[in-house]
């Protein structure tokens, strides 16, 4: 299994700001994922993060809107930047299980709840 | 790419009875189809899974099925209690060795009356 960390658990933001956040996981892992869940919605992902090289994004989803950094093997950190209301989400982060034998299984973060006004 | 779709988007039943969410994916690559239970203000946590090689499988009140040739797979839960009540999302996708980036179903809101 794997224990993630993630913070600020829920911020409100003004429109027009950015705002960043952190996740750390208490092991190593080669992928790191970022999710969006927007209230009463499924998961989305933004994008998966991997160390040492540039974020991989999803249909819909740009760098300039998310920037991430993934400096080493156990944190990365998403940013939403410029914010709008429609920004107003849960971002999760995920990481694989990191068994000898991966499983597939996806463990989450506790989310970060930002509200934008 | 692989497209899920979950039915049904809400489900209520009253304490003791079954409860069935039935999922259909697009890509016949697929071959790892996990189910996670969201309680609100939750993270998601995996509460069972299947790969392709097998049709059924069971851990105490919940199973999942799968259906290759109809692509879809389905979550049984049965003998219901409150504790079940949250949001259920299925998923599908390639589990080749490397990562495995699932596609989520849109959620079932299960709830369950006491």
């Known amino acids: 299994s794997a224990v993630i960390s993630q913070k600020p658990s829920r911020d409100i933001c003004q429109r027009g700001t950015s705002l960043t956040i952190q996740c750390q996981v208490d092991s190593q892992v080669t992928m790191m994922f970022w999710y969006r869940q927007q209230p009463g919605q499924s998961l989305t992902l933004i994008a998966t993060?991997?160390?040492?090289?540039?974020?991989?994004?999803e249909s819909g989803f740009v760098i300039d809107k998310f920037p991430i950094s993934r400096p080493n093997l156990t944190f990365s950190t998403l940013t939403v930047s410029n914010m709008s209301p429609e920004d107003s989400s849960i971002y999760l982060c995920?990481?694989?299980?990191?068994?000898?034998?991966?499983?597939?299984?996806?463990?989450f973060g506790e989310g970060s709840r930002l509200t934008v006004l | 790419g692989e497209n899920v779709e979950q039915h049904p988007s809400t489900l209520s039943v009253q304490e003791g009875d079954s409860a069935v969410i039935k999922c259909t994916y697009s890509d016949s690559a697929s071959n790892y189809f996990p189910w996670y239970k969201q309680e609100l203000g939750k993270r998601p946590q995996l509460i069972i899974d299947?790969?392709?090689?097998?049709g059924e499988k069971k851990d105490q009140r919940i199973a999942v099925t799968l259906n290759k040739t109809a692509k879809h797979f389905s979550l049984h839960i049965t003998e219901t209690q409150p504790e079940d009540s949250a949001v259920y999302f299925c998923?599908?996708?390639?589990?080749?060795?490397?990562?495995?980036?699932?596609?989520f179903g849109r959620g079932t809101s299960l709830i369950v009356h006491p």
């Open positions: 995920s990481v694989e299980g990191v068994a000898e034998t991966n499983t597939g299984e996806l463990f």
């Open positions: 993060a991997n160390q040492g090289s540039e974020a991989t994004y």
């Open positions: 998923a599908a996708g390639l589990s080749s060795g490397g990562s495995y980036i699932p596609t």
């Open positions: 299947i790969r392709s090689n097998v």
